[in-house]
């Protein structure tokens, strides 16, 4: 079995920064892509930002120049570093990946419980 848990979420002011983090943990062979998506009050989910295993990194253009996105390999973590928040990057921040479990050897996408990000005065 494998599992995402994010982490770091919070209260920001707008203006500031806050990362967000997500461990895979389990019977992992090898990981893929790995990203961040978010989902606003009544909207959709969204793509964030992207990452391969060999750290190619794609973002959608709200947060360009703003948020980075990065992996530990070794730790089979992500990473997204977030500077100059604003309020409409409010949302649940979900973690994915796209790996191949140890027990199947079949490549799989799996996704995190979410972690609430709120920019606000």
């Known amino acids: 079995q494998v599992q995402l848990v994010e982490s770091g979420g919070g209260l920001v002011q707008p203006g500031g920064s806050l990362r967000v983090s997500c461990a895979a943990s389990?019977?992992?062979?090898?990981?893929?892509?790995m990203g961040w998506y978010r989902q606003a009050p009544g909207k959709e989910r969204e793509l964030v930002a992207t990452?391969?295993?060999?750290?190619?990194?794609n973002y959608v253009d709200p947060v360009k120049g703003r948020f980075t996105i990065s992996r530990d390999n070794a730790e089979n973590t992500v990473y997204l570093q977030m500077n100059s928040l604003k309020p409409e990057d409010t949302a649940v921040y979900y973690c994915n990946a796209d790996l191949i479990m140890i027990a199947t050897m079949r490549r799989i996408e799996v996704w995190g419980q979410g972690t609430l990000v709120t920019v606000s005065s």
């Open positions: 990452i391969t295993s060999g750290g190619s990194t």
């Open positions: 389990g019977s992992i062979f090898s990981i893929y892509a």
